[in-house]
């Protein structure tokens, strides 16, 4: 292969560059390099003054070469350099000489790779270039391991990642991840497209351990292939809504992915039967359990309750496990929630949360160590505050936006939590004066009572 073949693909991705300005550059460089040396040898009074004349000539002459053959650096030093640098970067670094092109191709400079795809019209970032795309397929398919696809919120962005997918038939993954940066585009793609496309790596790839295939129209044939083809090697699974999916599929991957450590999913796919199956004997034991609770259509939807007899199987079987949900409902709908003993340990409120269900988590989540509000109408939330401080004794972190607590009880509340509240985030909206603190005395309270300065937060003005 000539020198430059991936520095072109990669160079045009990112937009044409002067010759002449970087010739220019690199000389200038080079020049005042030199005379920076020379400033330092002329005026060091440890050094000897060369005589002017054959000798000094030899001297100099060996000094430029030592700065300015590149080439000559150990291969491990140029290695360790290219793995600190973008891809764009290392292909035009690669065009040095043709030891650094080498290097440029050794298998471990291509375990990780993530392909951008976009289309320029909607788009902010840079596209992955499509002959880098292909030299990448071609040349360095069975050295990838780690790779991930950033698609836009067009279909076609989407349909390509499918079809570079597609094309992975020598690789060998260990990590895989679906990213859309706006809306979910791969849902746009058609399922049996999508699916025939994620079969192929499944198949060919007998070591995954880590897949983030979240907003996508993966469905449960495609993970039995997956589950028949990497069930020793599954760690981590992200999947969350995903539509197609079921409790059956799910199920599977617990009955058979004996490795699993970390799993996302949506609430309506969760049951008592899957945490059952978490908690058999034959299964490891969790590390975390990430859960989102979502909800397009207010008052439309019905959510059902966990029995707590199955989230006591769970934590029984699997004790220092960490149950993060997320919540992106309506006030009305939280009926179904919180009612029992729940073993969650980090709760984010996303849209709103009404002040009832926080009331039932000071009861019922004595394992909460995180808590985020991010919004709650109008009403103050002094005693479900103070409530949680009492009984939730792992609380470590509060964070607290769009909603109303008055001063007192929030000093009150970080006077019962202590120093173990290591993360105080609020608002200064949230905050409303009252009798005994107002918004310039707060702050000395809670920093007495938390062991370090804090004040409240404040959304800057542009």
């Known amino acids: ?76 030093v140029v290695v360790c350099i290219f793995q600190y640098l973008p891809l764009i970067d290392r292909a035009r670094a690669s065009s040095v000489c043709r030891k650094w092109n080498e290097v440029f191709h050794i298998p471990d400079l291509w375990r ?89 790596v499944f198949v060919n790839s007998k070591s995954l351990s880590s897949i983030k295939i979240e907003d996508t129209p993966v469905d449960d044939p495609s993970l039995k292939i997956l589950v028949a083809n990497n069930s020793d090697t599954l760690r981590l699974l992200k999947m969350s809504s995903c539509p197609h999916v079921s409790s059956d599929g799910i199920l599977c991957i617990a009955d058979h992915c004996q490795g699993l450590r970390e799993l996302a999913l949506n609430y309506y796919i969760l049951s008592d039967e899957l945490l059952l199956a978490l908690s058999s004997e034959t299964h490891v034991r969790l590390e975390h359990l990430r859960i989102d609770v979502v909800s397009e259509n207010p008052g439309q939807v019905e959510f059902h309750t966990i029995k707590k007899q199955s989230w006591d199987a769970l934590i029984k079987h699997s004790p220092g496990v960490n149950v993060v949900m997320y919540f992106f409902l309506y006030e009305e709908e939280f009926e179904a929630f ?77 006077r019962r939590c202590g120093k173990r509240l290591t993360h105080l985030s609020i608002m200064e909206d949230v905050l409303i004066p009252d009798g005994n603190y107002n918004l310039d005395e707060i702050h000395t309270e809670v920093s007495k009572y938390l062991g370090r300065i804090w004040f409240p937060d404040v959304l800057p003005i542009w």
């Open 1 to 76: 292969m000539d020198v430059g073949e991936y520095p072109m693909a990669a160079v045009t991705s990112c937009g044409s560059f002067r010759v002449n300005y970087n010739l220019e550059a690199s000389f200038r460089m080079k020049r005042n390099s030199l005379s920076v040396v020379n400033k330092i040898v002329q005026s060091s009074p440890a050094v000897k003054q060369p005589k002017v004349g054959f000798y000094s000539s030899l001297s100099h002459t060996h000094m430029h070469t030592v700065l300015l053959d590149w080439g000559s650096l150990p291969h491990h």
């Open 112 to 200: 990780k790779f993530e392909f951008e795809l976009n289309q320029s019209a909607t788009s902010y970032f840079k596209s992955t270039h499509p002959d880098l795309i292909q030299q990448i397929i071609k040349k360095h398919a069975t050295h990838l391991q780690y790779i991930s696809f950033k698609v836009d919120s067009s279909t076609e962005s989407a349909e390509a990642a499918c079809d570079i997918l597609s094309q992975l038939v020598n690789c060998s993954l260990q990590t895989l991840g679906l990213i859309s940066t706006a809306k979910p585009s791969f849902m746009n793609v058609s399922k049996s497209h999508f699916a025939s496309a994620l079969t192929v």
């Open 338 to 414: 919180f009612r029992e003993e729940t073993p969650v340990t980090n709760l984010y409120f996303g849209r709103s949360v009404s002040k009832a269900a926080l009331g039932r988590i000071g009861l019922n989540c004595p394992r909460l160590i995180e808590l985020v509000v991010c919004a709650n109408g109008l009403q103050t939330l002094d005693d479900e505050l103070i409530c949680i401080a009492e009984c939730c004794k792992n609380l470590t972190a509060l964070g607290l936006s769009e909603c109303e607590v008055s001063c007192s009880a929030v000093v009150d509340f970080v």
